[in-house]
């Protein structure tokens, strides 16, 4: 974007394409192949990423990663899924071949046991890279990073930890070891001189573009126990390294995750022209990929939702179609009503 742009336009009034669970690999196919003969409905699991860089090369400008609390290391280690291929006389493809499962920390896949692979292991090393791709790509806009916080029990797979105080505190700790404040949109940087940052966003908006360029804003995706226990640890979000996805009308309300921009289109309208920033979907378990099917995108650009995922910015490589999100001319990002 030229210099004139980011001193006249706010982050929220710029639109940007991002993924959906950023860091996935695909599941390795004859371990698929039976997932799918158990439950056809993992279908919904078919689809991989580039790497992270890479997603952000081509334009990209959010991500969302899934985190598992692991604080001594290797809770997660030697995945079952692996020994399924083995059994079937097949060699799987290699894994975790450094060990990274084994040391103490915060862990990125998707479902343990079964869709175990990912660009990056650990949650630092994630943050590193996507460090060290903005120190590469300098006057970049902001990252919009949303993370989930999973420990979904699932049948016939160990037990995650729980997700619990100690662990979003680590979240945060993590995030704040690798980003230092120059490099991060928090809610105190956003809330500047007013009491809440729901009045700053409201009545002042979010910063001018020129003034958070090479900034991350990570967002926690989550609502009930565990953003209240966050909120907890960070009172009015003070210290805090992540927005929360609070409802608005609440001291801590500015950024809303609001997956279906079908169900919720007047409503996400109503929030973005109130001042909030709201995430939304253009797609979801390979549906609209596989029926060539366009009408949530159209809603959700229709929105002014400022943040779209995709789980398509290129088209499947698993079955046959020409379904792509991106806004025209094949960019990620633009500034709406332009």
Known sequence: MDKKNTEETRLNNVQVIGSHNSYKIAIEKPLFEYLLKKEPK???????HIPLSAQLDLGLRSLELDVFHDPKGGHYSNPKGQEVIKSMGLEPKPFDVEQQLETPGL??????????????????????????WSTNNLGHTPIIITINTKDSEVPETRKPLPFDTRAL?????????????????????????????????????????????????????????????????????????????????????????????????????????LGYMVRTRADADTKEARTNDYSRFEKAKASGAQVITTDYYIPSTFFKSDYKVSFENDVYERIMGH
């Not at 993992?42 to 991989?48: G, K």
């Not at 343990?112 to 060290?132: N, T, V, Y």
């Open 107 to 132: 862990k990125i896949f998707h479902v343990q046991e079964i869709d175990f692979r990912s660009h990056q292991l650990l949650f630092k090393e994630a943050l590193r890279e996507l460090k060290a």
């Open 42 to 48: 993992l279908r919904s699991l078919e689809y991989d």
């Open 169 to 273: 505190q680590n979240l945060n700790a993590e995030i704040r070891e690798i980003f230092s404040e120059e490099h991060l949109i928090t809610p105190d940087f956003v809330k500047g001189d007013f009491n809440t940052v729901e009045e700053a966003v409201l009545k002042q908006g979010w910063p001018l573009l020129n003034k958070v360029q090479n900034r991350f804003l990570f967002v926690l995706d989550e609502g009930g126990e565990k953003m209240e226990s966050y909120l907890s640890s960070f009172p009015n979000l003070k210290g805090a390294a992540l927005f929360v996805n609070k409802e608005e009308g609440s001291p801590t309300a500015a950024f809303r995750i609001i997956n279906n921009p079908v169900e919720n289109f007047e409503k996400i309208q109503k929030l973005v022209a």
